[in-house]
């Protein structure tokens, strides 16, 4: 990649790092549902102005169909099953699962141009990577059920879908128009449950966790995505998920006293390397 593509890469990858800490926070005190409006109204308040300001939206009209469609797939569903699961999941689990994206991805861009060779650098990024989660968080399916599993599936196809339309169908339109409208569309879909489950008191920390999931995660995250796609293409982008899988542990032992495991040791160099292969150019 690049020397812009890998600072949005690293960017993203922090960026992106940080939900699973805040969702585990914050979900102790909202229901997932309420989640999803209370991160998105934020954003969508400070987007929505800008994106009116710089006269964007209306480049949205000839392709509101994709806009849509990639709304519902990339944060529309799946954020409603992540936070869902992550009540009967563990993090280990559900990191791991995430960790799948990339693969996903691959497996999608070759359904769609089946001509296109996917060199064996890549992939052997891709093994190193995934072994590499494996190895850093573990296979803990305790306290978990399989339906929670299927969610979070369900979650991986949309994280691995989004980019995909966002190269094919959107990569000519502005990345502040679509994430604005997107974010927007979504707190309009969940502001009539998030209003009348609000609860009547909220801790500080469940306070700082919205703040930061609506601003940094969400308003900021996603704009950094669309420019990560435009620069580096789906695929690449979204083996993000690997350096993500890695942040999240690294915050869980900061700021939750988790142990500082052997699997941490490991498997977070296999994660960089991993992730440097498959993001390579080059097509062996």
Known sequence: MTRRGWALFLALSVIWGVPYFMIRIAVRQLDPATLVFSRTVPAALILIPVA?????????????????????????????????AERHL??????????????????????????????????????????GVATLVGLDISGG?????????????????????????????????VVSASIAAVALVYLPWGATHWPTHLRPETWGSIGVLAFVCTAGGFLFLFASVKENGPSRTVVVTYFNTAIAVALGTAGLHEPLTAGLIIGFPMIVVGSIFATSRAPD
């Open 90 to 131: 563990s993090s280990s689990l559900t990191g791991l699962i995430v960790a799948s994206v990339p693969l996903v991805s691959v497996a999608i861009a070759k359904f769609l141009h089946p001509n296109v060779v996917i060199g064996t650098r890549r992939l052997l990024g891709l093994a190193i990577g995934t072994l």
């Open 145 to 177: 059920s399989w339906m929670w599993v299927a969610a979070m599936l369900v979650v991986v196809a949309g994280y691995a879908s989004g980019p995909m339309i966002l190269s094919l169908k959107l990569n000519d339109v502005s990345g502040l128009a």
């Open 52 to 84: 009116i300001h710089r006269r964007v939206l209306p480049s949205l009209r000839p392709v509101w169909r994709w806009v849509a469609l990639y709304t519902v797939v990339e944060f529309g569903i799946p954020w409603l099953l992540m936070g869902s």
